[in-house]
């Protein structure tokens, strides 16, 4: 299993080694970083309220040590990514070919969660009978906030899942993987093992992240299930295509489940 704490193998020029790579994971991330920056500013005008849950939890820890710039967590990110181009020796050269493959990547493997979404609804249907109510209403992963401010309508939701891909893929994926990962190697665990428990403990913590805080969404075993198998999902994602996919994956799942598909009566 590959080492998440060293560069990806492959830095040639081809594709499938390009969309791993730092320089295109933070160029593709970019729009929709800025997209959610603004978003939420127009949408809440002091920034005091309503921005994804962890956004939030990271804002909170810089404050924690007395860094308080709501432009600081943004920088923060594109410093951790730029960081690591300079450290794997990484050629800064962009390709228009490669971030236009991440964004169609990002749209099929967000519909795929969506079709797995949607066979653990029929099992649990099938199987568990009145589990399985509200199914619908639990697969969306990221909790859709009702932003007061100036943007009304689909706009704020939208703004909501674009902060839950950015952010949620930050932490749990992009800083805590990792850091599972070396600590499990640090007790001297295999690396396959290591591994494996680092997606699963991520996971498991990814799903039950969001049924806490007051936006928490309410607990049942079907919407746990599917954010900890979407954990997995995203986790795998990370590792076999990297950041910026997984980033593309999530947001392009949140909007088609929150927002697609309510539009078509799906």
Known sequence: MADLT???????????????????????????LAAYEIGVALAIGDGATARNGADYWMRWGLQVVGLKHPLLL????????????????????????TLC????????????????GQ???????????????????????AQPET??????GTMPRVISYIGAGVYEEVLFRLCLI??????LRGLLLPRRLAMLLAVLATS???????????????????????????GVYFALLFVTRGFGITVGAHAAYDVIVGILMPAFGG
Do not use: N
């Not at 493959?101 to 797995?116: D, H, K, N, P, T």
């Open 178 to 183: 990792p850091v599972s990962y070396g600590l």
């Open 204 to 230: 498991i913590l990814f799903s039950a992240a969001h049924y806490v805080g007051p936006a928490a969404d309410q607990l049942t075993l079907f919407s746990f299930l599917f954010r900890a198998l979407a």
């Open 74 to 97: 943004p920088l923060v990110v594109v410093g951790l990514l730029s960081a690591w181009q300079l450290a794997g020796r990484f050629r800064w050269k962009p390709s228009a070919g």
């Open 147 to 152: 932003v007061p401010g100036m943007l009304t």
């Open 6 to 32: 060293a560069p990806p193998r492959q830095k040639g020029d081809d594709y499938w080694a390009l969309a791993r790579q730092p320089l295109h994971c933070l160029l593709f991330l970019l729009p929709l």
């Open 101 to 116: 493959g991440m964004l169609a990547e990002s749209a099929l493997f967000g519909a795929c969660l969506v079709v797995l």
């Open 119 to 141: 066979l653990q609804d029929i099992v649990f249907r099938s199987q568990l009978g009145q589990l399985a109510q509200g199914a619908h209403a639990g697969i969306t992963l």
